[in-house]
């Protein structure tokens, strides 16, 4: 993953549900376009933390030893925006698992107080796919260049090295 749309994992059961959080940094450079007097987190970027979550949710039942990408967004439903200096969690949970690929159903929430009340603000559900179970002819390099170090770094802070002994 070259850009990591999420800061940190905060629940791991494995082979079932991944939780992880991003924090909306006033000061992100993205936001400055999105818009510029009144910016907002971007739908699309929530939509591919959500995918970061549950690909590495998905990675990991292989320890990622398979190039696990996005296939197809079955649903993605927001109910609200999201502003700088707000906090959303992606929780996605492993629907259906099988050597070609997998599907996830995900839930987004924002963060409402500091006594960590959330919302539900939005629903994902996402396919995925082994590259290497459906290469249809085409090559791919050997080394697994969807899990790079920057992923490994965010498993590391969350004290699942372990499982990224690819």
Known sequence: MRWMWIDEITDFQPNQRMVAIKNIKADEEYLRDH????????ASLMIEGMAQTAGILVGSINRFKEKVVLAKVLKAIFDCEVFPGQTIRFDAQLERMDDQ???????????????????????????????????????FPEENFVFADNFKEILKQAGLENLADT
Do not use: C, K
């Open 35 to 42: 818009f510029p007097d009144e910016p907002i987190y971007p």
């Open 101 to 139: 690929g997998a599907s996830t159903t995900g839930i987004v929430q924002r963060q409402i107080s500091t006594d960590s009340e959330w919302e539900t603000i939005g629903r994902i559900d996402l396919m995925f796919s082994h590259l290497d179970q459906n290469r249809a002819g085409l090559e």
